[in-house]
């Protein structure tokens, strides 16, 4: 079976400056893949490369059988496939949260209303979001509108979800609200990679952690290298990052 994401040699610029310097690695179908390391390591380039929201200079990126490397991939259909949530939650301020899970359904999946509304409803429940369907993103705490962009992504059943530290902007307690979604998909067998810097998430979910360091993957593995990491520079990241 091959992977459903699928990294060679992946090597990408702005300018001068080369910020992924061949970076090899792949997830398969219902893995969970925690991409950590510290910041301008690359990570968060390279998670933005698999929904093409940055174009790559050198190698081959194939995701969900779309291939990102050549010119002119369907973007349409990758982002049926492919999910995205971010640090920032991209929420609609002038829609309600299910205006804002519906709204993709209804344009690119071109669902009926009542199918969308019903679809938003499941995903609403899933995150524990359902008796918020009629309220503004503003009457919201950061750890739930997080939940609503997590739904909004889940509403479009896509074969992988990507996430980019989305929980580095909340306090602990709004944090543990979300990684507990992000946890109860991983045990229902959603393909997930995420960066992130949750280091006892990461332990306790992850099937393949990817440490990256100055634009190349240093060390990768099973979450087993986070107990025990074979090199000097992934055990001083870990070291820091339990301490913060």
């Known amino acids: ?25 792949s997830v398969n179908k219902g893995e ?6 510290q910041s301008g390591s690359g990570k968060s380039t390279a998670l933005r490369c698999m929904d093409r929201l940055e174009t790559i200079q050198g190698g081959t990126l194939e995701v969900c059988g779309h291939r990102l490397h050549t010119p002119n991939p369907d973007l349409k259909a990758l982002r049926r496939d492919v999910g995205i949530v971010f640090q920032s939650y991209n929420l609609y301020p002038h829609l309600t949260v299910e205006e804002n899970v519906t709204l993709a359904l209804r344009l690119v999946r071109r669902l009926g209303k009542a199918e969308a509304r ?4 499941d995903v609403l429940k899933k995150v524990g ?6 309220v503004y993103p503003e009457q919201l705490s950061g750890g739930q509108q997080q939940r609503v962009a997590i739904a909004r992504g889940l509403a479009m059943e896509p074969e992988l979800m990507l996430f980019d530290e ?3 902007a909340l306090d602990p307690q709004l944090t543990g609200e979300v990684l507990r979604v992000m946890e109860q998909l991983a045990s229902e067998g959603m393909t997930m990679v995420l960066v992130t810097h949750e280091m006892s998430f990461a332990r306790k979910v992850a099937d393949k952690v ?12 099973t979450s087993e290298i986070l107990r025990s990491p074979e090199t000097k520079e992934l055990g001083e990241f870990i070291a820091e990052a339990t301490d913060a």
């Open 1 to 25: 079976m091959s992977p459903i994401v699928d990294l060679i040699d992946v090597h990408k610029s702005y300018g001068m400056v080369e910020v992924l310097k061949g970076v090899t690695f």
């Open 32 to 37: 969970v893949a925690a991409i950590i390391g």
């Open 118 to 121: 019903e679809r938003a409803a």
């Open 129 to 134: 979001m359902l008796e918020k369907l009629t």
């Open 166 to 168: 989305v929980t580095s």
């Open 210 to 221: 990817i440490y990256m360091r100055n634009g190349r993957v240093h060390e990768m593995g």
